[in-house]
């Protein structure tokens, strides 16, 4: 009689949860379950209820993390943690981040406004809840106010992707340099089974601004599974059951530096001098006693921008889209709630993101590539104005960006799949659908460089593509600049009298081309790569260089190949000194270390040497190297019945400095392997850690 109640008592709790669906176990409670890897899947049946979850979710995994974050963005971080954030809080102010995000905040709807308010509230009731979670350093920051999260977006997105602080200052044509991503949109007719598929992969340093938090949010008609930058209070990458999508870096220009002419107490300006205006701004600075010293900071402007450096009689003033682009937030909740192409196209066309590429892919089999975000509509010139551009004359400065319709983007390639690699828009899938010459020549550059060809390439060789083989592409580590030349080197080293270039060309010659754990000759390669130059951007090296109309294929072989020969010698002797072995395993050498671990590393920094599988390092003792960057937020999709995804973070879903979560998906990135994203309740339940539940009447 007993387990007869029991099997009626189980029966009849599935039965409500039928019957509420993704408004919790019940309409009367909002809950945050918590799975084995620190994933919050979140439950309720209002949006504000949902938010302020949100908000208390990533506090719970990264306090003291956000709470910097929104310091630095607020231009108060001088103030809380000393003078080390001086040049933070003047980039902050020079660009009137603050008061663009008050002006902001009064623009949205009141719907929005309360999700705001409501996400805050959630961090703020956290650290009121929790206060030994917080750092003392970070207690001051608190409370966090709605045009937080606008300073912080504006301050990551706008004033460090579209543009950033240190390279405007040294070298404009090197922006967004050092970040990138990959995504592939698979169609039916490339597809396997018919169904679909997208790769999610954002390539960015494992830490501050740019950290990932996965999350599920379920909400009436809204359930999406992704991941946001942390801080924000909106899913900037994912999928729900009908459709999906990533970013990667564009290669657009959305800021020009303009030169200025000097002149009295202003600079150049056609016939005529126009004044700067002026703005002081009080920074409070915390000295090491605890007292604040006040520094006052002159900001001049221009009819281009504020100006970022003065040199002799120049003056530079920084122009950046996305100012009059208040709505981002509006813009990807619609995205989430989309469930189809025309739903999504409506909801990103609005183009309130002004940066990023999107890959999209949904079940009914619809792809699309957008070389996305804003691209000034400028009175002339080419790529070049990434540059320096003239400030003395009204014929160089734009007010307006080019609309959705305007810009690049393929929908249903013929092809039947797209890429990108942060490789400029024509190259997204051969043969090529894009003609840069239907668009101005500033719109983007030309160039396909090695990582984005072995993207292309092992999409473009494969007639019908798996869910399996899919994972295996997303984690692939071949370098395809050795498929160009290491035929070439292998070949002149073997014909050498010199022992050593013999042992160097046995090596490269047992080498699986690979940067895998365990793959051996990876290092000596890299090595070689390193001092020899090989760039796309250096076809000059090249026996054939890059070539538009086989732009897949081409640069490929040596040109001076006893260059090549004494530079592989050079780095043998350099290889066996540090590691004792020429075929030293790349995982004894690149690790990943972190709180516990210190495992075997794959991937390597995608260009030059061709890797899809993206690794940044930075070096340690005894002549290692720790990842830093690289393969951040994780996953692979199918659009099946029921859906397929795999994901992971490298790093943990949580920087908290006791949290279990900090490096326990470290295994899977060593091992190239990703775990499979719990959806169900009954899934999530299954691998059930924690519970955090609210608004219980």
């Known amino acids: 009689m007993k387990i007869k109640t029991n099997i009626f008592t189980q029966l009849l709790i599935l039965s409500i949860l039928f019957i509420y669906g993704c408004d919790a176990s019940s309409k009367n409670k909002t809950e945050i379950l918590w799975d084995k890897f620190g994933v919050p899947h979140i439950y ?70 309360l999700y705001f308010e409501s996400f805050v509230n959630g961090i703020n009731d956290y650290a009121k809840n929790y206060p030994n979670d917080i750092d003392i350093e970070n207690q001051a920051v608190l409370p966090i106010k709605s045009e937080d999260l606008l300073t912080h977006y504006q301050r990551v ?71 946001t930058l942390v801080g924000s209070p909106f899913i900037g990458i994912g999928f729900n059951d009908n459709i999906g999508w990533a970013h990667t870096n564009n290669v657009h220009d959305g800021q020009d530096l303009y030169e200025l002419i000097l002149s009295g107490q202003g600079y150049k300006w056609g016939d005529n001098v126009e004044p700067f205006n002026k703005r002081i701004v009080q920074i409070k600075v915390r ?82 590539h957008l070389f996305g975000g804003r691209t000034p509509v400028r009175p002339k010139g080419d790529w070049d104005w990434l540059g320096i551009v003239p400030g003395d004359t009204p014929a160089t400065l734009w007010n ?10 393929v929908i249903d390639a013929k092809s039947g799949w797209l890429q990108n690699a942060n490789d400029p828009p024509w190259t997204t899938t051969i043969p090529v659908e894009l003609s840069r010459h239907d668009y101005p020549s500033y719109m983007s550059r030309n160039f396909m460089h090695f990582r984005a060809q072995r993207s292309a390439r092992m999409a473009f060789e494969d007639k019908k593509i798996t869910f399996d083989e899919l994972l295996s592409y997303k984690m692939d580590t071949r370098m395809e600049l050795a498929d160009r030349l290491l035929d070439d080197l292998i070949l002149a080293a073997k014909e050498s009298d010199d022992i050593s270039l013999n042992e160097a060309s046995s090596v490269l010659q047992n080498w699986d081309r690979c940067a895998n754990n365990n793959s051996k000759g990876a290092v000596l390669f890299k090595e070689w790569v390193d001092i020899s130059g090989f760039k796309i951007d250096k076809s000059e090296l090249f026996k054939i260089p890059w070539n538009e109309a086989n732009p897949m294929n081409t640069p490929t072989g040596i040109k001076n190949i006893d260059m090549a020969l004494k530079n592989l010698k050079s780095v043998s002797l350099k290889v066996i000194k540090n590691y004792g072995s020429l075929d030293v395993a790349w995982g004894d050498v690149y690790r990943i270390i972190g709180q516990d671990i210190n495992l075997p590393s794959n991937g390597a920094p995608g260009d030059p040497y061709g890797i899809f599988r993206v690794t940044a390092y930075k070096p340690i003792k005894d002549n290692r190297y720790a990842a830093i960057g690289g393969d951040s937020f994780q996953a692979i999709v199918e659009f099946s019945n029921p859906l397929k995804a795999l994901v992971s973070v490298g790093y943990g879903n949580a920087s908290q400095k006791n949290s279990i979560h900090r490096s326990d998906q470290a295994e899977f990135y060593s091992q190239k392997k990703l775990r499979p994203a719990w959806r169900t309740r009954d899934e999530i339940e299954q691998n059930l850690i924690d519970k955090d539940t609210f608004f219980k009447d």
């Open 400 to 409: 307006n960006t080019h609309s959705y319709d305007e810009l690049p983007k």
């Open 44 to 113: 309720a049946h209002k949006y504000d209820q949902l938010f302020y979850s949100f908000g208390w979710a990533q506090m719970k995994n990264h306090a003291n993390l956000m709470l910097r974050l929104f310091a630095q963005s607020r231009g108060r971080a001088s103030e809380y943690y000393g003078d080390q954030y001086i040049d933070s809080d003047k980039w902050v102010y020079t660009h009137n981040i603050p008061q663009r995000a008050k002006e902001w905040l009064d623009l949205q709807k009141p719907s929005f406004k």
């Open 287 to 368: 000295q090491e006693n605890g007292d604040l010293k006040i520094e006052e900071f002159l900001i001049k402007e221009s009819i281009h921008g504020p100006i970022v450096r003065e040199d002799g009689n120049r003056a530079y003033a920084l122009r950046v889209v996305g100012q009059d682009q208040p709505f981002v937030f509006e813009q990807y909740f619609d995205m989430a709630l989309s469930k189809n192409f025309d739903q999504f196209e409506k909801a990103i066309s609005r183009l309130q993101n002004p940066f990023f590429t999107t890959m999209y892919a949904d079940r009914d089999g619809r792809i699309m």
């Open 157 to 227: 997105i706008m004033y460090h992707f579209v543009t950033n602080p240190r390279e405007v200052q040294f070298d404009p044509k090197s922006i967004n340099s050092n970040k990138g991503s990959n995504a592939w949109a698979i169609g039916p007719s490339k597809s396997a089974s018919g169904n679909a598929m997208l790769i999610i992969n954002p390539h960015l340093s494992w830490g501050d601004m740019f950290t990932w938090f996965e999350v599920q949010l379920n909400c009436q008609s809204l359930n999406i599974y992704g991941a």
